[in-house]
Structure formats: structure tokens, C-alpha cells
């Protein structure tokens, strides 16, 4: 019931949907009825009752219409007894059918015009969840995605918003339909026969009781089963983004093994929750044929006893086997809103990450440099271990500071605080002397130019790609491209800058990629960049054309340089060379040299390639 609750809950920003469909339903119940309860004197029609019965019943006074159903099948006797006298049968059966008829077609359409509302309001709620998690997700910070994982994030995208859709569709027809249903009919069958209708009331619950308990061994299943297609997901993901990769290294049969494993994982999981789910059932198919059967017994005897019309029997039966599917539906609605929620919980995982990891935003607005960036005693850690050590530095404007040292020692993760992509633990980044938490952050970032070693390329246009949320301006578009030394290759591509550069940009050579991400960095021309390894991906032939135009744009900028090849950073204003975390070693190329320590034998090393 909680869990039915809670998804409603979620739709309750569409309530005018729901009302609408109630009133529907309220008409097509109404309607339902109606055509079952003309079923009694019908039958009577056919089978019982002897012309002098008729003359009989129209002779005493007409009853009065009130709001007991009784004295409804009374009214419509007398009607009915009226036409037969006047009319004939014949005439009064071919009538009594073509009302009947009229009265499920009238259901049947306002079902159809409460369906139609109830499908606009579940297409809506879960066109809102999912924008929700979209956004959410666009808002989180770079260290979620690196921690959890891709498939997963995926899954709850697709997967458990579409088990959160059929769980609403089924969570209103069980809170706004089935009820309409069960009471409409429940209160006639009580007007038809308080004993045989109280004697129903004891198996009503007691079936009721058995389903949900069937239903609720259900959830936990459901819960791992989706978590293996998650890491089904991930393996994935991250096979077609190897996929060059796997065929270099002929690997392909680790790679369907795994597969394959986690696969078989899920599949044994699914076949489990499924064996639950097909008992669930003829378990409650059983449950309702005994309790059809009881009422024929206890309803049975009472007609023997001529407690009851077997015509009105016959109908109360009827009446009674409209009840099972709402009520089994209502059984159903529990049980996939029970589904439902730990799809909900899966996805409230993101959200609630957006409490715990946001990263604060501050205030400050700035849009040049005007003296310095400074690096004070910053340590950091992405887990345990410390990756950053006391590290204290300071780029003047216009000036470039190189960070070299070997692979893991720290480069990379200093390039991730300055847009705090990561948030520090220990010392400050300061932007003349203001700390950079207090900017706000769209603003930070804005004076940030950041290349890095892969090329990140989205399947667009040259053009769109360049461009990226800037404003668009034609001129500036080709000047970038030309500081770049890409213009002269995007002209001779068949579209020119509407060329589409397929996934990631794969149409593309490294260097050409790597000259459209220089491209972007200039046109959104920041007084700040960061360079990490730009070139270090390249052959010698596109790096000096890269290079070439890695110089056009730090030419009047201030840089951090992460340099690969220390050819390139000779003129830097100062070296720092990083070890496991701290600073080793630093000053200018000569001063470096000259003191024949760490640097000078990274240089030395690479002068033999
Ligand atoms: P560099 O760029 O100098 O090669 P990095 O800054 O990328 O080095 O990495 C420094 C250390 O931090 C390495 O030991 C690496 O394993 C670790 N590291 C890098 N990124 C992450 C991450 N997202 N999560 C956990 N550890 C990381
Ligand atoms: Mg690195």
C-alpha cells in the first residue's frame, strides 16, 4: 500500500487527468451495471414467468425510484411488465437486448475516454522523471560519473523508467478504477442480498490475503535482476567503446565469456522472478473460482429455501464474477507498485547524490585575470590514498608554468581542481587572491580553456562542435579554425563546416580531432588554459601542426602546461616537476639543467627516442 501511495504521489502535478478519468469511470461502472442488472428480468422473461404474472404486476400501483437497487429492478419490472402486456415478448426481448447492447457500448467508451486521460498522465509523469534525471545528472559533478558506473546509470534511465510507467499505469487503475468498480458492484450485490453478500465478504479478504502475500516474495528478486541488467549494461558500454580494441588483441572470446557470465546471472535471476510472477496467477485464479463456487452453494440453498428468485440469483452471480477482475487487477497494481518502487529507489540514488556530492556554488563574477593564479598547500585525495601533497605555486598573468613528471604522479588531478571538477580538501586555488569556490562556477569555468589529451567530439557538425553553447558568430568561427591550422582541412571536407563528424568524432584523424578541440578552446577564448598532454596522443607530423597551434593560443594567455614531450615547454616561465604528489624539483629550463637532478634525466631520457 506504501509503495501505491508513493507512485501516485509522483502524478499528482496531473490532477485534473485523474479526476477526469474518475468521473469516467464512475459512468462506465454505472453503465457495467446497468446492462447486468436487466440480465434478471430477462431471464424472467424467457424462462419463468406466465402472462397473468404481468397483468398482475401492472395493476398495483408503480413503485417509486430511490437509490436502492432493489427497488431499481423493481421499477424496471414494472416497466418492463408494462411493455410485455402492451407489445408482447417478442417485441419486449428484442427491446431489452438493444438496451443492454447500448449500455456496454457506453461503458466501453468512457473505459476508452478514461484510458485516453490515464495514458496522457502517465506519458506526462514519466516525461517529467525522466527530464529529471537527465538534468540531474548534467548537474552532477565529474567524480559521480567516475565512480559509479555508466551501464548502471543507463539502465535506470531506460529500464527503470519504463517500470516506473507501467507501475503508475497500473498504481491508478488500482487506486481510481477498480475501487469505483468493486464499491458500484459490491453495493448492489449487498442490495440484492444482505445474507449471501455478507457471507462473500468473508472470502473477499481472505483471497485478497493470499495474493499479496504471493506478490510480496516478488520484490526482492526484481531488485538483483535489474542490477545484473545494469552490469550487463556497463560490459556493454564499455566492449563497443573497445571494440577496435578488443579485435587488436583478438580478445573477442574473453570478452563474450564475460559476457556471457553475466548474462547467465541475470538470466537465472529473471527465470526466478518469472516462476513467482506465473504462480502468482493461477494461485489467484484458484482463489476466485472457490469463491464463485462457495456463493453457488451458500446463494443455492437459498433459493431452495425461496429465500431468493432464481432469476435474481442468476443475476447476483453475474454481478459477483464482475467483482474478480478488479479485484484481481487491484491484487496487481499492489504487486507493480511494489516493482515500481525499488525502480523509484534505484533512481532516487542519483538524486540523492545530488545533495551529497553537489558542489557548492559561490558568488564572485570575474571575466579577466588581471594579476595572478595561485596554487596554496593543496592536498587532495580521490580516495584514500594522497594524490596531491602540499603543492603551492603561481602563474602570473601571461606567463606559462609547466607541470612535468612521470605518469600517476599527479598532473592530471591538478587540472581537475582548477574547474573544480573535484573540490579540495586541504589549501585554496586562488584567481587574484579570490578563492574558487567563492565564483560561481558556470563563471569559473567560463574563463577556463581546457585541452586535453583525448579529443572530446560529439556526433555533430564541425560547426557545432567548435561552437559548444557559445554564441554563434561566422567570422570568429573561421579565425579560430585558422589559429587552430584547421580551417584549411575543414574546407576540404564535403560540407565544410557542416560536416558530421560521426561518434566522437571517428571520421576524423588525431590530429585533425585534436585541432578541432584547440579550435573550440580558441573561439571560446579564455583568459585562463590548461593544456593537458595535448599532443602526447599525435604522431610527430600532426603534433608540430598541433603544437604550432597550441603556441597561436597560448600566445597572451596565461597557461598550465602539462607537458609529454619536454621539447615544448623549454620557454616555460617556470618547470615544476611532480613526484608521487609533491613537488620535486622546480625553476627554468637552464636552472633545471644545470642542476643535473630529476628533470634533467627526464630530458635525457627522452632525447633517445
Ligand atoms: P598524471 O596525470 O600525472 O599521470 P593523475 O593526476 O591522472 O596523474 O593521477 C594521479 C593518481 O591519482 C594516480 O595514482 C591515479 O591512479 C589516481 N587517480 C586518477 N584519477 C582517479 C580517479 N578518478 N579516481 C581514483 N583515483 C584516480
Ligand atoms: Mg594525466
Known amino acids: 500500500m506504501k509503495s501505491l501511495i508513493r507512485i501516485i504521489k509522483f502524478n499528482l502535478g496531473y490532477k485534473k487527468y485523474i479526476l477526469g478519468s474518475v468521473f469516467f469511470n464512475l459512468l462506465s461502472s454505472f453503465f457495467g451495471l446497468f446492462s447486468f442488472i436487466l440480465l434478471a428480468p430477462l431471464l424472467d422473461v424467457i424462462f419463468n414467468k ?3 404474472y404481468y397483468i398482475d404486476l401492472i395493476s398495483k400501483p408503480s413503485p417509486v425510484l430511490s437509490f436502492s437497487t432493489e427497488n431499481f429492478i423493481d421499477l424496471i419490472n414494472y416497466k418492463l411488465a408494462n411493455l410485455i402486456v402492451l407489445e408482447g415478448k417478442v417485441y419486449t426481448l428484442l427491446t431489452v437486448c438493444v438496451v443492454i447492447g447500448m449500455s456496454v457500448l457506453l461503458k466501453n467508451l468512457f473505459i476508452y475516454l478514461s484510458s485516453v486521460l490515464v495514458s496522457l498522465l502517465v506519458n506526462k509523469s514519466v516525461g517529467d522523471i525522466r527530464n529529471n534525471i537527465f538534468t540531474t ?3 552532477l559533478p565529474v567524480a559521480y560519473l567516475s565512480d559509479e558506473k555508466k551501464g548502471e546509470v543507463i539502465s535506470k534511465i531506460s529500464n527503470d523508467v519504463q517500470e516506473i510507467e507501467w507501475s503508475i499505469q497500473s498504481a491508478i487503475k488500482g487506486v481510481f478504477k477498480e475501487p469505483i468498480n468493486i464499491l458500484v458492484f459490491l453495493g448492489s450485490l449487498f442490495a440484492m442480498s444482505l445474507e449471501l453478500s455478507l457471507f462473500i465478504v468473508i472470502f473477499l479478504p481472505l483471497s485478497g490475503f493470499l495474493i499479496s502475500a504471493v506478490s510480496k516474495s516478488l520484490k526482492k528478486n526484481t531488485k538483483s535482476a535489474q542490477e545484473y541488467f545494469g552490469n550487463l549494461l556497463a560490459h556493454l558500454e564499455e566492449s563497443l567503446n573497445g571494440f577496435k580494441l578488443i579485435k587488436a588483441f583478438s580478445n573477442e ?5 564475460k559476457f556471457k557470465s553475466i548474462n547467465n546471472n541475470f538470466i537465472s535471476n529473471k527465470v526466478k522472478a518469472y516462476r513467482k510472477a506465473d504462480l502468482a496467477s493461477p494461485t489467484s485464479e484458484f482463489l476466485g473460482v472457490i469463491a464463485v463456487i462457495s456463493v453457488l452453494w451458500y446463494g443455492g440453498s437459498l433459493v431452495f429455501e425461496g429465500k431468493m428468485q432464481s432469476s435474481y440469483f442468476i ?3 453475474i454481478l459477483f ?21 525499488s525502480a523509484l529507489d534505484r533512481i532516487e540514488t542519483i538524486f540523492e547524490a545530488k545533495k551529497t556530492d553537489f558542489i557548492l556554488d559561490g558568488k564572485s563574477i570575474k571575466n579577466d585575470l588581471v594579476d595572478s593564479i595561485s596554487f596554496n598547500n593543496i592536498s587532495f585525495s580521490y580516495k584514500t590514498d594522497k594524490v596531491l601533497n602540499n603543492i603551492s605555486f603561481k602563474v602570473s598573468k601571461g606567463k606559462t608554468v609547466a607541470l612535468v613528471g612521470q605518469s600517476g604522479s599527479g598532473k592530471s588531478t591538478i587540472a581537475n581542481l582548477f574547474p573544480r571538477f573535484y573540490d579540495l580538501e586541504d589549501g585554496s586555488i586562488e584567481i587574484d587572491g579570490v578563492n574558487i569556490k567563492d565564483f560561481k562556477l558556470s563563471n569559473l569555468r567560463s574563463m577556463i580553456g581546457l585541452v586535453s589529451q583525448e579529443s572530446i567530439l560529439f556526433n555533430d557538425t564541425i560547426e557545432n562542435n567548435i561552437v559548444f553553447g557559445n554564441e554563434f558568430n561566422k567570422d570568429k568561427l573561421v579565425e579560430a579554425s585558422k589559429v587552430a591550422n584547421a580551417h584549411d582541412f575543414i574546407e576540404e571536407l564535403a560540407n565544410n563546416y557542416q560536416t558530421n563528424i560521426g561518434d566522437g568524432g571517428n571520421k576524423l584523424s588525431g590530429g585533425q580531432r585534436q585541432r578541432l578541440s584547440i579550435a573550440r578552446a580558441v573561439y571560446k577564448n579564455p583568459p585562463i588554459l590548461i593544456l593537458d598532454e595535448a599532443t602526447s596522443a599525435l604522431d610527430t607530423e600532426s603534433e608540430k601542426l598541433v603544437q604550432d597551434a597550441l603556441n597561436k593560443l597560448m600566445a597572451n594567455r596565461t597557461s598550465i602546461v602539462i607537458a609529454h614531450r619536454l621539447s615544448t615547454i623549454q620557454h616555460a616561465d617556470e618547470i615544476i616537476v611532480l613526484q608521487k604528489g609533491l613537488i620535486v624539483e622546480r625553476g627554468s629550463h637552464k636552472i633545471l639543467i644545470k642542476k643535473n637532478g630529476i628533470y634533467k634525466k627526464l630530458v635525457e631520457m627522452q632525447s633517445f627516442e
Open 315 to 317: 443475476t447476483y452471480i
Open 321 to 341: 464474477s464482475q467483482l474478480i477482475d478488479p479485484l484481481k487487477s487491484l491484487s496487481k497494481s499492489i504487486y507493480d507498485a511494489q516493482k515500481g518502487n
Open 137 to 139: 545528472l548534467m548537474h
Open 253 to 257: 572470446k574473453l570478452f563474450i565469456k
Open 50 to 52: 406466465t402472462d397473468d
